[in-house]
């Protein structure tokens, strides 16, 4: 079966740093887009950023600056590194896999308070 795992969100101060992993399997990674998309309570689900197998990135305006996608193919896993966080960026954290169907995680919690 497809799995996609989020891990390391948790509770940080603003301006601090987190780095989520997405590890997946069940699926030809490589030929995936791979993307980060959040939500916050009482809001729509918006792309975060992402990465195509070619290794394009995309990001948020919101967040261009601060975050960065990556992936590592021989992993199997993505990667969002997010720096100088804000209080407004606290969402549930998805991964989601892109190719002829799309795949999500569960979520992992990214909460930024102080």
């Known amino acids: 079966q497809v799995q996609l795992v989020e891990s390391g969100g948790g509770l940080v101060q603003p301006g601090g740093s987190l780095r989520l992993s997405c590890a997946t399997s069940?699926?030809?990674?490589?030929?995936?887009?791979m993307g980060w998309y959040r939500q916050a309570p009482e809001k729509e689900r918006e792309l975060v950023a992402d990465?195509?197998?070619?290794?394009?990135?995309t990001y948020a305006d919101s967040v261009r600056g601060r975050f960065t996608i990556s992936r590592d193919n021989a992993k199997n896993t993505v990667y969002l590194q997010m720096n100088s966080l804000k209080p407004d960026d606290t969402a549930v954290y998805y991964c989601?896999?892109?190719?002829?169907?799309?795949?999500w995680g569960q979520g992992t919690q990214v909460t930024v308070s102080s």
């Open positions: 069940g699926i030809i990674f490589s030929m995936y887009r």
């Open positions: 990465i195509t197998r070619g290794g394009t990135t």
């Open positions: 989601n896999a892109l190719w002829q169907y799309a795949y």
